[in-house]
């Protein structure tokens, strides 16, 4: 075992602390990886606070990790010291079911390993991103190529394919028009990927504060949900709308929103239902679906989609010491549109 800094939640209800944790030897598949930066994903509030379930502390989170490679295991190929890589969201799986072996291990019929608080393969619970180091199995790592900065490449472990995955999957691209409700974290990146692709993009916010950066990050068009004739006429416009917003909203409203066969589809994940009218469905033969993340190959998918169009999240790098006051300002909405800790800082 060594022992590594970390940034860790104490209990539902107390700031994030330094701290230090053990990781494991790595072992014969294993690679440990320098932590360089790791971002601060809306999930990590909502899980460290509880709002998803009881969690045991303290509890380290952080699944957008971006670092180097420092030592490998006696059977690693896929990855050598000093490459570039990132680890997102889960570390492990199965790997034996029908999901699993179709490359979608983050729909593992017997439960993903999520990167932090989750019971790792040797019964411990596992530790995220905010901490100097990370022992990984080599299939849960992906590579950060070239072009990309590991400051900006670190949100896309979660941001990055939590947009690309369904915007791929629904098939956005030329002559597709996308709607993209928020301009979060998840929203910024999901702007990016879908005028990447091709698609008309169109940002539905509660306001038009942002409107400048949604034009300048790739959408044509910006309008404020706040605003009753939005709705009225917007009405039939869209083939897809990716709903990144993790608060209640009126789903059935968004919904008469899409265009004959659209869909709807959630990646923010509130901790309240959303009440679906069915009219709002089957008038118009609409869907209503949700996506988690992606599967490993996808991830890198959409890392070498970022690194041939340029693309990085929109970040601000912060000390250590500023993640409790960086907690605050997500909840708050005030940030634009990623913080990314300095691990070097802890």
């Avoid at 890589?85 to 034996?96: L, Y």
């Avoid at 939005?230 to 209640?248: C, H, M, P, Q, R």
Wanted: glycine share 12%; aromatic share 6%; proline share 3%.
């Amino acid at each position: 075992m060594t022992t590594v800094k970390a940034f860790a939640s104490p209990s539902a209800t107390g700031d994030l602390v330094s701290t230090t944790i053990e990781r494991r030897e790595v072992g014969a598949h294993d690679i440990l990886i320098d932590i360089k930066f790791a971002g601060i994903c809306h999930s990590d509030i909502h899980t460290v606070r509880g709002d998803w379930g009881p969690q045991q502390y303290p509890l380290v989170p952080g699944h957008e990790i971006a670092g180097i490679v420092t030592e490998v295991g006696s059977a690693v190929t896929k990855h050598a010291v000093g490459d570039r890589v990132g680890v997102g969201c889960m570390v492990n799986s199965c790997r034996e079911c029908v999901n699993c072996l179709k490359g979608e291990e983050q729909y593992c019929l017997k439960g993903n390993v999520g990167t932090y608080g989750a019971v790792d393969r040797d019964g411990s619970i596992t530790q995220g991103g905010y901490s100097t180091h990370v022992v990984v199995t080599e299939d849960f790592v992906v590579r950060i190529p070239e072009g990309i900065d590991l400051d900006v490449a670190a949100p896309l472990l979660c941001a990055g394919i939590t947009t690309f995955s369904p915007l791929h999957h629904w098939g956005a691209g030329e002559g597709k028009k996308v709607a993209v409700v928020g301009l979060g974290g998840l929203g910024h990146m999901a702007v990016k990927i879908a005028a990447a692709m091709g698609a008309e993009v169109t940002v539905l916010s509660q306001s038009l504060k942002k409107q400048e950066d949604g034009l300048r990050l790739g959408a044509q068009h910006y309008y404020a949900t706040s605003e009753p004739e939005t709705f009225e006429k917007l009405a039939g416009s869209f083939d897809l709308i990716i709903n990144t917003v993790s608060a209640s909203i009126d789903i059935s409203s968004y919904l008469q929103l899409l265009s004959l066969d659209g869909a709807l589809v959630n990646v923010g994940a509130p901790a309240e239902p959303l009440p679906v009218n069915a009219f709002a469905l089957i008038g118009g033969r609409r869907s209503f679906a949700g996506s988690m993340i992606g599967g490993i190959r996808e991830t890198q998918e959409m890392l070498d989609f970022c690194a041939e169009h340029k693309i990085g999240a929109e970040i601000e790098v912060i000390a250590a010491d500023k993640i409790n006051e960086a907690y605050e300002r997500v909840l708050a909405s005030d940030v634009r549109y990623r913080f990314v800790i300095d691990t070097a800082t802890l």
